[in-house]
């Protein structure tokens, strides 16, 4: 298992993506393609990374704009909390 913390995963995921936002399961997938070792039992962590989503206040949730098609709305670090991720 690897040693960061889902909230350092979490921040990885985002801090990676070219727009610095992301929805959750390009978050998921992240972690799968990065870390092996979530690749097995997908229930248990992401239901940890949806939690950290939630109350860490670290993340804000960002609604779709009209161009962005899809489901669901896009995470990203709050201001001022960059430097935890870097």
Known sequence: ??????????????????????????????IMQNYAYYRKDEAGWQNSIRHNLSLNESFIKLPRGPNEPGKGSFWAIAPGAEDQFV
């Open 1 to 30: 298992k690897p040693t960061y913390s889902y909230a350092a995963l979490i921040g990885q995921a985002i801090m990676c993506s070219q727009t610095k936002k992301i929805c959750l399961n390009d978050i998921y997938a992240y």
